[in-house]
């Protein structure tokens, strides 16, 4: 009888390669977006390579089922199906990615829990970058004495359609920013070469020219947005420390679009301007969200493997609708949703899990977690403190349960883990504080204009970086600006009015009132008045209802991916 599981090999082996294909198609349009200032439809892309991954599996997954038919779940046939596999796609470039797919089905036809080596491909064993031999394609411009030169050659290099508004401004833009930021670093050697990877980055309103500076002992990171103006191209920012690219990468960023060969040379040429950078979000920002899953997970596995850590509740409040626990030296959370949710929560189970794939959707705009989903993890359960042991059996039987030695996670969410908002506060300096309040406002400020409506304003669900910026990450109330009624506080028609406890009039299921925001923000005195004279109008339904007037009206609202000092004097000029 024929052996099918050569068969079956070619045929997961060939719809990896087509769903890889229809991923690069996708990220080509990029250019011609951004070239034609195509807003709308670059986030339509986005939306379209987000949802990619899953669709091929699920096809995949079915067409396996027809395949085999009643040796669908076979796992003799399995292992010579992984066999074949892997032989079959050892030529193919990020081979990880590849047995990663792979695995993504015959996870979904087992319903595997934990690691199963012999139809899977063990997370563990796949280190993306440990096959890198080659270098990602770059352009190498030399220094032969004139900065002006050079830069221009950098940018004379990005061709698009629309002309530059005034190539020499943004040349000397650059090369201002790049003398003193050497010079603030002591750096009194001259600059030798600039290396930028060859395709431009794109990311909803802007492009990137990635790459890097070197000169005799050092390196520098070197990021220059490109921004399509009305007039005409122009550098809008240039950044060259680390903590500002690495923002741009953030994990609260809308995914790269940038069509590489090989996307882990890239990696370890981006690993080398943002060492810190863990490699999982490098591999997700560029829109390999499943690949920075599985080194997500190959990382926690690792630290559990090297330090003597356990399981405890994550700092802060205890959530109504999660569990929340961390790994008291490792920088992720892990979010469980309970059973059941107290009063006032009203909301159901299916309508968290619906928060959360509107947030992975949607443009994160760097002020929303990328919050990762995983499916029928398991962990030793010594690994456990006792009392967070106890929550998670009481309070999320649903997704949790016992077996033998180990805890299964039939479902979980697990985020990068950030200081809340109001832990931090206790501890920062009058001028930290009050600029955390600052930009908490413009975290609401940018959500807004992004359609999203965070629903509970108070300062717990919100968290800070460690660059300082302020993130939203508590989605169980979230919405959509355009779903909400935006009112005023009508005015009491008598004292009474004025003591009751509970509102004297009608208040509908969509009705938000923005002036009672501020009696939830727990601020000082100093910083409340900060962030009123700053960013007042979020206060205010007249400002809420603009925005959605704007958004309804189809304006797609731009938010500045990165600091405001960064851009340019003259980008309006």
């Excluded at 080596?117 to 280190?127: K, Y």
């Excluded at 990877?197 to 220059?224: D, M, N, T």
């Excluded at 200081?419 to 600052?438: F, G, K, M, V």
Aim: hydrophobic share 45%; proline share 5%.
């Amino acid at each position: 009888m024929t052996d099918i599981a050569p068969l079956a090999a070619r045929r997961i082996a060939s719809a990896f390669v087509e769903y890889n294909a229809e991923f690069r198609a996708i990220t080509r349009r990029a250019p011609v977006r951004f070239d034609s200032r195509d807003w709308k439809g670059g986030q339509r892309d986005a939306v379209e390579r987000i949802e990619l991954y899953e669709r091929f599996v699920t096809r995949a997954v079915t067409e396996m089922k027809t395949l085999l038919g009643g040796q669908a779940e076979d796992r003799d046939l399995w292992r010579r199906i992984r066999a074949d596999f892997a032989a079959r796609i050892e030529s193919l470039p990020d081979t990880e990615f590849t047995k990663t797919f792979f695995s993504s089905i015959s996870r979904r036809l087992f319903g595997t829990v934990g690691i199963d080596p012999d139809i899977e491909f063990v997370a563990t064993d796949l280190d993306p970058l440990a096959r890198v031999t080659s270098s990602v394609v770059t352009n190498t411009y030399i220094n032969h004495g004139s900065l002006a030169l050079l830069f221009e050659d950098v940018l004379g290099d990005v061709r698009f359609r629309t002309p530059w508004k005034d190539l020499d401004h943004s040349i000397q833009h650059v090369i201002g920013e790049v003398q003193a930021h050497l010079a603030a670093r002591g750096e009194q050697r001259a600059v030798q070469r600039v290396e930028v990877i060859r395709p431009v980055f794109y990311q909803v309103f802007r492009a990137y020219i990635i790459g890097r500076i070197l000169g005799r002992g050092f390196l520098v990171p070197l990021v220059i947005a490109l921004k399509n103006s009305d007039g005409g191209m122009l550098v809008d920012a240039v950044m060259l420390a680390e903590g500002d690219v690495s923002i741009v990468f953030s994990f609260s960023r809308s995914y790269f679009h940038v069509d590489l060969e090989h996307v882990a040379e890239a990696v370890v040429f981006l690993r080398s301007l943002m060492p810190r950078k863990p490699v999982s979000e490098l591999f997700t920002v560029l829109g390999r969200a499943k690949q920075g899953k599985t080194e997500r997970y190959r990382e926690i596995i690792r630290h559990l493997a090297d330090m003597p850590d356990r399981f405890v509740h994550a700092p802060g409040e205890r959530g109504l609708v999660m569990v929340c626990f961390a790994l008291a030296s490792f920088d992720v959370v892990f979010k469980i949703i309970r059973d059941r949710f107290p009063y006032p929560k009203s909301m159901q189970r299916e309508d968290v899990l619906a928060k959360y794939q509107l947030v992975f959707r949607h443009d994160r705009a760097g002020r929303l977690v990328d919050a990762q989903e995983f499916r029928r993890l398991r962990f030793p359960k010594a690994l456990f403190a006792p009392e967070l042991l106890s929550e998670l059996l009481a309070e999320a039987s649903l997704t949790v349960r016992e077996a033998a030695e180990h805890l299964i996670f039939d479902h979980l969410y697990i985020e990068r883990r950030m200081t809340p908002l109001n832990l931090y506060l206790r501890t920062a300096s009058p001028a930290a504080a009050e600029q955390a309040a600052l930009d908490y406002g413009q975290c609401i400020r940018d959500l807004a204009y992004t359609n999203i409506f965070p629903g509970d304003l108070l300062l717990k669900n919100f968290g800070v970086t460690r660059h300082g910026r302020v993130i939203f990450y508590d989605y169980d109330e979230l919405c959509l600006v355009t779903d909400c009624h935006f009112r005023d506080v009508p005015q009491p028609s008598n004292p009474e009015d004025e003591m009751r406890a509970e509102p004297w009039f009608y208040v509908g299921e969509h009705d938000v009132f923005p002036e009672t925001f501020i009696d939830f923000v727990a601020f000082d005195a100093a910083q409340r008045a900060a962030l009123l004279r700053t960013h007042g109008e979020i206060f205010t339904a007249r400002f809420w209802r603009q925005v959605q007037r704007r958004l309804r009206d189809g304006e797609v609202l731009e938010v500045l991916p990165y600091h405001p000092h960064r851009v340019r004097v003259a980008s309006n000029a």
